[in-house]
């Protein structure tokens, strides 16, 4: 059984269903209104578990009833927590979802911005064993860092989603295993804008990474290695929301990679996947199961 460290952000969504998404000063009459527990760093823990993966998950959680609901998530999920007190207010991430199943997020990280790196390197010893470390940057870029590190230490796989785009010092991609972005953080990073996927992955991979993976949304994904180019094509499905898909593929690829499995069946795996996560509402409740994923893909003639 694979097993993962993820370290990264916990957070409740608060999901309203609209028309369509507004425009800049609009208001709109929405329709039903939800909460869901999410965060990437959650939603991607919770993937890999549901994959089948053993999970240890480090982060920060406040004092509030949303704190409570979430180490209730992890409990339930069998996730090994370890959390560190973040103060009164644990992060928010207001969702709007429109028919089409696009959507605009605004996240408000609270207790996640306090996640600090002396807390990520006295969590040392859960590192040990682990297959592959997961990150992403909704927690300080020095927790990140401090991370990727262990995981070195230890010898484990590091996969980062870069997501939200940020710059990213060298230092830090040259501990990085694999780079997980889509199609807008790919150019924003690679500082290219209008460019393709392929020479965004390229120049991202010229600065230290070893394997370069952008999701496409429906399109599926590629990756860039010293090989050359691998594409995966998106399968077709029903979506109703677009939310958790890229977490749901992240996940999938991790333990893919961490199960040893070679290149096309992470990305084949990650974008099935993705793709089932847009057939259900929320971030967590959308996130397939292994005997879902697999069904799945026989279904689809493999």
Partial sequence: MARLVVVGSLNMDLVVQSPRLPGPGETLLGGPFATFPGGKGLNQAVAAARLGATVTMVGALGKDDFGGALRAVLATA????????????SGIAVITTAPDGENTIVVAPGANGRLDTAFVQAQEHGFAG????LLQLEVPLAAVAAAAQLARRHGARVVLNAAPAVPLPDSLLAHV???VVNRGEA???????????ETCAARLRARGCGLVVVTLGAQGAIAVDASGVHRQPGFVVVSVDTVGAGDAFVGALAVALAEGLPLVEQLRRGCAAGALATTRRGALPSLPTREEVDGFLRRQGG
């Fill in 130 to 133: 682990a297959a592959a470390v």
């Fill in 177 to 179: 295993d694999v780079l």
């Fill in 78 to 89: 069998r996730i090994d927590a370890r959390l560190q007190d973040g103060g009164e207010h």
């Fill in 187 to 197: 150019a924003l990073m690679a500082h290219a804008p209008g460019a393709d996927p």
